[in-house]
Each structure stands twice: as C-alpha cells, then as structure tokens.
C-alpha cells in the first residue's frame, strides 16, 4: 500500500476536524434555516442600533455640553435659543421650553408668580423626558431581542432534534451518524440565538444607564435655567 493511498485511508476514518458553519446552515432543515436567518438579521441590526447609538449619543453630549458652556457665558440669551440650534440641540430645546412658558405667563398684566413658577418648571421637565424618550426610542429592539433570541434559537434545536428523531425512525438505527448530523444543525441555531442575544442585553443595559445619566444632565441644566427665569418673574 503506497503512502498517497494510507494517507487517504487515515483521512476518510478522521473526517471533518472543525465545524463549518455554512455547512451546517446548508444542510439543515428549512425551519431551521429560517430560524437562523432571522436570528442573523436581528443580530445584524442590533450592531446597527448599537453602533448608531453610540454615534448619536457622543454627538449630542458634545453639543450639549458645548451649548450650556455658551448659554451661560453669554448676555444674549435670545440668540442661544434661536431656531436653529432648538431644531439640533436638546438642552436648546429644554431651555426654549422654559422661555416660552416664562413669556406666556408674563404677557398679562395679572401675574401669579407661584403659578407661573410651576409651569415654567413643568415644561422644562417635560421636554426632557420627551428627550429622554426620543434618545432611548430604538433600544426596546434591543431588550426584544435580547430576551427572544434565545428562545427562537431554541425553537430552532427543538425542530432539529425532532427531525433527527424522525431520521431515526426513518432509517431504523440510531447511531451517531444518523442522528449527529441533525443535532448539529439544532445546536448551531442555539449558539446563533446566544449570539444574537448576548451582545444585545449588554448594550441594552448599558445604553439605559447612558440615557439616564444623560436625562439626569439635562435635568440639572433645566433647574438652572428655572432658577435664573425665577429670579427674573421677582423683577416683573
């Protein structure tokens, strides 16, 4: 026996020394092609979210801490609410919201400045929760997907094992050759549901904390400028 002909014997008896992914989502069911497709796509968007996110949140810690740091640096309070900068940056939008509430509530000639103290107070803090709501919008994808995914998966490796039963009943044996296979493939779209899911719960956790604290600084900046708008109403 040549060594060409020992060394294919040697390999055919080994077989396959590492998974193949593409392999097993080739030979797989179409159910549990399905289930890892979708299982795929949401991962591919929660980065998406994700990366977005963090994007999105850099940008306006910056612009915000860039406006507050002229707002309160300036005398011309008018022009540091102008509609441009309301339309780009939130802690314009906070402030804007207190203005215009104070100037609604001073136009009269009557003035309750109690009343108008609360109202002033309750627009600022409304707006920033609408902020607060506006920037966590498109995290409850991943709080969905990070509490589904693995029970997709899972549904996935229950359809797979089902039909390497049926292999089993089909082919009357049920040895490793018969049944691996299909088991496989079901494990595969666990692992994949946990891939998808893992990253999605971490992010989702730390995004929250993220926008709380970011709610939390727009909160403080909002009791500020409140204070200031309170001292003017002791003028009127």
């Not at 060409?4 to 159910?31: C, H, K, M, N, Y």
């Not at 990366?51 to 707002?71: C, P, Q």
């Amino acid at each position: 026996m040549t060594l060409t002909t020992l060394a294919a014997v040697s390999t055919q008896a080994v077989g396959p020394t590492r998974l193949d992914p593409l392999e097993l989502f080739l030979q797989a069911d179409i159910i549990v092609q399905a289930v890892m497709v979708g299982l795929i796509l949401a991962s591919i968007w929660s980065w998406t979210i994700i990366i977005a996110f963090v994007m999105r949140l850099g940008k306006l810690n910056s612009s915000s801490r860039e406006y507050e740091r002229d707002f309160w640096s300036t005398n011309d309070r008018e022009a540091m609410l102008s509609k441009a900068k309301r339309s780009a940056i939130p802690s314009a939008r906070v402030a804007g919201a207190g203005l215009d509430e104070w100037r609604r509530s001073t136009k009269n000639g009557a003035l309750d400045k109690p009343a108008a103290r609360e109202r002033i107070g309750a627009a600022m803090e409304s707006q920033v929760a609408e902020e607060a709501d506006d920037l966590a919008g498109k995290l409850t994808f991943l709080a969905t997907t990070g509490s589904v995914a693995p029970f997709v998966g899972l549904f996935g490796t229950v359809w797979g094992i089902m039909n390497s039963f049926f292999q089993i009943g089909a082919q009357q044996s049920a040895s490793l050759a018969v049944v691996a296979p299909g088991i496989a493939e079901a494990l595969f779209a666990t692992a994949i549901g946990l891939f998808a899911a893992i990253p999605a719960v971490i992010f989702y956790n730390r995004f929250s904390n993220s926008v709380n604290q970011y709610e939390a600084k727009l909160g403080r900046f909002a009791d500020k400028v409140h204070a200031g708008l309170s001292r003017e109403l002791d003028k009127v």
